[in-house]
């Protein structure tokens, strides 16, 4: 805070004194004497005040007495927070009225102060401020106050892809955390906000996304779409080559499976599984074979699963379909 003490005299007549140009927040310190007709200091008959106009507007701001000030006669002083709150504005003047009576003499006392303006872009010339005007690191965060730049500040499309250089943007321009969940909007990203084609292959890291990143359930039927088809599948690894291997030598020589259960006859359209399994049972269960009359029985040997119809002429031999018993 900028901070300023001013002795002043206080006569019978009055006397404009200008007191400086101040931000707003400083602090403003005045201080007045009062003397006789002589010249001699004299206290004051009653109080010292105080008053701050804007401008030319008759109403105070400001309404204060002055304190007497380390018990020096005829020394007064008055501290002045120039807050926004109090009543100032960047850009504008106040005058000072202070008033007192002494020896039986009445004084008015006034001075002017003004409360600098804000940076006015528009009377700004054209590359007053460049690069190579300012400092290395002259402005920084600690320069800029808290919620200073907000969308309000920024007009629209003023930031788009033709005001960013090429490669300003990476990894290393954003602090660890600085980019979270919280930070971003509901739904400020979307479909429109990206471009298309502007993720791609080349736009991901090696290994960028992995099951570690994907959320149990976050891929589902639901968030696909209907028409999204998976037409090839390329795989351009080694080591998914060697893992897909492994994965199906696994199926056919490592994992077991358990004997399907239900009765009947082999469906007209089997899967792959069905018809091994069908193979499987009647290779392995026990069966009862007549003359006209092929059953399998079920692994418990306690009922039929299915069997076939056997016939000869004495000439040919046959065995129909097997069917439900």
Same mark, same amino acid.
């Given at each position: 805070?900028?901070?300023?003490?001013?002795?002043?005299?206080?006569?019978?007549?009055? &006397?404009?004194?200008?007191?400086?140009?101040?931000?707003?927040?400083? %602090?403003?310190?005045?201080?007045?004497?009062?003397?006789?007709?002589?010249?001699? *200091?004299?206290?004051?008959?009653?109080?010292?005040?105080?008053?701050?106009?804007?401008?030319?507007?008759?109403?105070?701001?400001?309404?204060?007495?002055?304190?007497?000030?380390?018990?020096?006669?005829?020394?007064?002083?008055?501290?002045?927070?120039? @807050?926004?709150?109090?009543?100032?504005?960047?850009?504008?003047?106040?005058?000072?009225?202070?008033?007192?009576?002494?020896?039986?003499?009445?004084?008015?006392?006034?001075?002017?102060?003004?409360?600098?303006?804000?940076?006015?872009?528009? !009377?700004?010339?054209?590359?007053?401020?460049?690069?190579?005007?300012?400092?290395?690191?002259?402005?920084?965060?600690?320069?800029?106050?808290? /919620?200073?730049?907000?969308?309000?500040?920024?007009?629209?499309?003023?930031?788009?892809?033709?005001?960013?250089?090429?490669?300003?943007?990476?990894?290393?321009?954003?602090?660890?955390?600085?980019?979270?969940?919280?930070?971003?909007?509901?739904?400020?990203?979307? *479909?429109?906000?990206?471009?298309? !084609?502007?993720?791609?292959? !080349?736009?991901?890291?090696? /290994?960028?996304?992995? !099951?570690?990143?994907?959320?149990?359930?976050?891929?589902?039927?639901?968030?696909?779409?209907?028409?999204?088809?998976?037409?090839?599948?390329?795989?351009?690894?080694?080591?998914?080559?060697? &893992?897909? /291997?492994?994965?199906?030598?696994?199926?056919?020589?490592?994992?077991?499976?358990? +004997?399907?259960?239900?009765?009947?006859?082999?469906?007209?359209?089997?899967?792959?599984?069905?018809?091994? /399994?069908?193979?499987?049972?009647?290779? %392995?269960? +026990?069966?009862?074979?007549?003359? @006209?009359?092929?059953?399998?029985?079920? %692994?418990?040997?306690?009922?039929?699963?299915?069997?076939?119809?056997?016939?000869?002429?004495?000439?040919?031999?046959?065995?129909?379909?097997?069917?439900?018993?």
């Amino acid at each position: 805070m900028k901070r300023l003490i001013l002795l002043l005299c206080l006569c019978s007549f009055a &006397q404009a004194d200008y007191l400086g140009s101040w931000k707003i927040d400083d %602090f403003l310190t005045i201080m007045e004497t009062l003397h006789d007709t002589s010249g001699d *200091a004299v206290a004051a008959t009653g109080a010292v005040d105080l008053w701050i106009y804007e401008d030319v507007t008759a109403a105070q701001i400001i309404d204060e007495e002055m304190a007497a000030f380390d018990g020096i006669t005829g020394l007064y002083e008055e501290r002045v927070e120039l @807050t926004a709150v109090a009543g100032f504005e960047a850009a504008k003047t106040y005058t000072v009225l202070i008033q007192a009576t002494a020896d039986g003499v009445s004084g008015i006392q006034t001075h002017t102060f003004q409360i600098l303006a804000s940076t006015d872009t528009q !009377s700004m010339k054209a590359d007053v401020i460049t690069s190579t005007v300012m400092a290395t690191d002259s402005v920084g965060a600690d320069e800029i106050a808290a /919620n200073a730049i907000g969308a309000s500040e920024i007009a629209d499309n003023a930031i788009d892809a033709g005001a960013v250089a090429d490669a300003t943007i990476d990894a290393a321009t954003y602090a660890a955390g600085a980019i979270t969940a919280s930070a971003i909007a509901t739904d400020a990203i979307g *479909a429109a906000e990206i471009a298309a !084609s502007a993720i791609g292959a !080349s736009e991901l890291a090696a /290994n960028a996304i992995t !099951s570690s990143e994907i959320a149990d359930g976050a891929i589902t039927d639901a968030k696909v779409a209907n028409d999204v088809q998976v037409d090839v599948l390329t795989i351009e690894t080694v080591d998914a080559t060697d &893992q897909i /291997n492994t994965e199906v030598l696994d199926v056919l020589a490592v994992d077991t499976y358990a +004997e399907a259960g239900a009765t009947g006859a082999p469906p007209t359209a089997p899967t792959l599984a069905e018809i091994l /399994n069908y193979m499987y049972r009647k290779l %392995f269960h +026990e069966r009862h074979v007549t003359s @006209t009359l092929d059953v399998i029985r079920n %692994f418990a040997d306690d009922g039929d699963l299915f069997d076939a119809v056997l016939s000869d002429d004495g000439t040919t031999f046959i065995q129909e379909k097997y069917a439900t018993p």
